[in-house]
Every structure is written in C-alpha cells, then in structure tokens.
C-alpha cells in the first residue's frame, strides 16, 4: 500500500525536502500566533492580495536560491530577534528578507555543519559495513 500524501500545509509531518511556498507560509503563520499571539497577514503597500502574491514570490525565491531547511531556519532566527513594536506587533516574511538578511550566512554555516556531520556519520556507517564484511 502506498503511503498517504502529506499535504504541504502540514509543516510538522512533511519532509523538509518537499516544503515549498505553501509550507513556508502556513509554518510562518503558526509561528507569529504562537510567538506573538496574532493572526499573521503580510503588510506592505497595495491590497491584501497583492501582498500575499508579492509574499509569495519572495518566497519562493529565497526556496530557489537558498533552500527549505535554510529558509525555515532563517525565519526561525528572525522570529527570535524581533522585538514587536506597537506599530508592528509582528514579524512578516517581508521585513524579514529586507532588513534582517544578514542572518542567512550564519543559516547557512550552521546547516552545512549539519550536513557535514550527517555525511561523516553516514560515511562511518558505511565504513563500518566494509569493515564487517571483510572478516
């Protein structure tokens, strides 16, 4: 039997490897309600559509040339440095990507240490195979 389809809003069950534009959004909006306690909505000029779409985009942008799990982790970051303001209660994606991108390198260095780590454990695993299987 075939395994059932993960929906890609379903953030916690579905492989990070599959997350696009969707799974990003609904993780961010899980996250402003439970770091700051209001509904998510992206600000900026124009109407709540073209927000969404714009959003959106620049999302699915930072996928392409990042990443999920950097993407993913670079919000997580963002969302722990910033301080609400009354004008601005939360953090949106948008603010994000424009004024605190300097966060993506350290993102990046720290998920590559992970990979890194991942790839010796396996290459050890492996050694470890070769090395039974001699005797």
């Known amino acids: 039997m075939a395994d059932a389809k993960v929906s890609t809003k379903d953030w916690r069950n579905l492989p990070i490897e599959k997350w696009n534009t969707t799974t990003i959004r609904t993780y961010l909006i899980h ?12 600000t900026g000029a124009g109407s709540k559509n073209q927000r969404w779409i714009r959003e959106n985009a620049m999302i699915k942008q930072a996928i392409v040339n990042y990443g999920a799990a950097e993407l993913k982790r670079f919000i997580e970051i963002c969302i722990e440095k910033y301080t609400p303001k009354p004008q601005y209660p939360y953090m949106t994606f948008t603010f994000a990507w424009s004024y605190m991108r300097e966060n993506m390198p350290v993102v990046q260095a720290e998920i590559e240490k992970e990979r890194a ?10 050694s470890t195979e070769i090395d039974e299987g001699f005797f």
């Open 31 to 42: 996250l402003t309600e439970e770091k700051f306690g209001v509904t998510y909505e992206p």
């Open 117 to 126: 780590k991942e790839r010796r454990k396996q290459e050890a695993a492996k």
